[in-house]
């Protein structure tokens, strides 16, 4: 395994969660109609019918045989690559998806994490989704703390360091030479709620993974939870201070630094090479470029291109901003 190229190759998306074993498009449509009644539901299959579904992917970065669900418009590309999906979508969508496989309903990001739940329970998920190609276990060469927890499903790699109180959940990877320290939790549950169409508060299940990439320093009391359908990847070679939050999803590239106190929402984009300074706060979905630098206390709202140079709450351009140290 190399884990280093894992968290660079998770920027372009496609990745899946795993089946235990392939289920069929007649029997996930039965599954539909035992949770949103008989007449709640339309079948419609594609120009080549999807005969198996061999696992579940984001509908916004589709990964062929799978599960998965749209309900707001997406590009032709992507409509493209959802011909090989079986795509639970809503009436207002189904026409753009002509000749895919679909279910269609009122609510399909509902009937969507129902089904979740029950393909959880039969026939399961792999540990790991399929951005790497590991079996758990701990590399006889890591140093792992007796008060630390290692839950099964887990792959540790060489030379890492694993400290006292830390957990680290199942669908974690964690590469050579890494660093966790004290009290950190990894692969733990983020927030994702929906609230559906009948009233219903459902919680996406957490069904990706953390991806630690090589010589990675996490420090105290830190919290990376796992992703919900894209994992959670810290690039190699990047630090993230004590008492962090990197939320669900997030993508961190290659030396990035993210000093004490920095709270990250949900499935954040940062760029190789950036630093963000004490108590940085980004919101959820915000898509940061390479070699940017987020000073002090900052809070960012928009995106940001590559070489940005931002300080402030809401975060504004300066000519130049020291963030962290050079790398």
């Known amino acids: 395994m190399q884990n280093s190229t894992l968290a660079e190759q998770s920027f372009n998306g496609a990745e899946n969660i795993s089946l235990a074993g392939p289920v069929t498009f007649s029997a996930i449509a039965d599954l539909a109609r035992r949770v949103q009644g008989v007449g709640g539901i339309q079948a419609k299959g594609g120009q080549q019918e999807l005969a198996q579904v061999l696992g579940v992917s984001d509908g916004r970065y589709p990964a062929a045989d799978t599960l998965c669900f749209v309900d707001k418009p997406v590009r032709q590309g992507t409509i493209d690559r959802l011909q090989r999906n079986l795509v639970i979508t809503n009436p207002a969508i189904a026409p753009s998806l ?78 050579s030479d890494v660093t966790i320290r004290e009290n950190s939790v990894i692969g733990g549950h983020g927030i994702a709620l929906y609230k559906a169409q009948d009233g219903r508060v459902l919680r996406f299940p957490d069904l990706a993974g953390v991806f630690i990439g090589d010589r990675v320093e996490i420090g105290t009391s830190c919290s990376l939870p796992r992703g919900v359908l894209t994992s959670t990847v810290v690039g190699r070679e990047s630090v993230i201070g004590n008492l962090c939050n990197v939320g669900h999803g997030v993508k961190l590239g290659p030396k990035v630094w993210i000093s004490v106190g920095t ?65």
Not at 106 to 114: K, N, Q, S, V
Not at 278 to 284: E, K, T
């Open 98 to 175: 002509a000749g895919c496989s679909m279910l269609v309903v009122p609510d399909a990001r509902a009937l969507f994490i129902d089904l979740l739940g029950l393909l959880q329970a039969n026939p399961g998920f792999s540990c790991f989704t399929t951005l790497a190609d590991v079996q758990p276990g701990v590399d006889p060469t890591a140093e792992v703390h007796g008060m630390a927890v290692i839950e099964a499903g887990v792959c540790v790699g060489a030379r890492a360091r694993i400290a006292a109180g830390c957990v680290i959940k199942q669908g974690t990877v964690v590469g």
């Open 263 to 327: 709270l990250i929402g949900g499935n954040v984009s940062i760029g190789g090479g950036s630093s963000l300074g004490l108590g940085v706060a980004v919101r959820d979905n915000v898509q940061i470029g390479d070699n940017c630098s987020i000073g002090m206390g900052s809070v960012v709202m928009r995106d940001l291109p590559d070489g940005s140079s931002v300080l402030g709450n809401p975060a504004r351009r300066l000519p130049r901003v020291n963030a962290g140290p050079e790398r």
